[in-house]
C-alpha cells in the first residue's frame, strides 16, 4: 500500500520561505512521478508542480514558476517543494500524490496515491 505523507506546512509572511516534504513509503520507486497540487478555501485543487523520479524533469504551474521548485532525493524516497518569495494567495492545503510513470504530469486524473495535506498559510 502506497502512502504518502506531507509535511512542513505553517504560517509565514509574505515574502518568506517554507519547504514541504512529502515521504513515500509502499513501495513506490524512482519509477514514479511526483506532483504538487493545491486547494485554497472555496476553490477547487489546481496544479503546483510535478517531477519524475527517473528523470528529474520538472514541470511548474505559472503561477509559481520562479520561486517555487521540486525537487526529490531518491535515498530518502521524498519529494520536496521549496517555496519562496510567498504571497498570500499561495495560502492553501498543499497535497502532495504520486503515479507509476516516467514523465510528470499536472493532471489530478493521472495520479494514483494522495497524501492528507498540509497547510500553509501566507499573510500580508
Known amino acids: 500500500q502506497v502512502q504518502l505523507v506531507e509535511s512542513g506546512g505553517g504560517l509565514v509572511q ?5 519547504r514541504l516534504s512529502c515521504e513515500t513509503s509502499g513501495g513506490t520507486s524512482v519509477n514514479y512521478a511526483m506532483g504538487w497540487f493545491r486547494q485554497a478555501p472555496g476553490k477547487e485543487r489546481e496544479f503546483v508542480a510535478a517531477i519524475a523520479r527517473t528523470a528529474f524533469s520538472t514541470i511548474y504551474a505559472d503561477s509559481v514558476k520562479g520561486r517555487f521548485t521540486i ?5 530518502k524516497n521524498t519529494v520536496y517543494l521549496s517555496m519562496n518569495n510567498l504571497k498570500p494567495e499561495d495560502t492553501a492545503t498543499y497535497y502532495c500524490a504520486a503515479v507509476q510513470s516516467a514523465i510528470p504530469s499536472g493532471q ?7 497524501g492528507q495535506g498540509t497547510q500553509v498559510t501566507v499573510s500580508s
Open 108 to 114: 489530478q486524473g493521472d495520479y494514483d496515491y494522495w
Open 14 to 18: 509574505a515574502g518568506g520561505s517554507l
Open 71 to 75: 525537487s526529490g532525493d531518491n535515498t
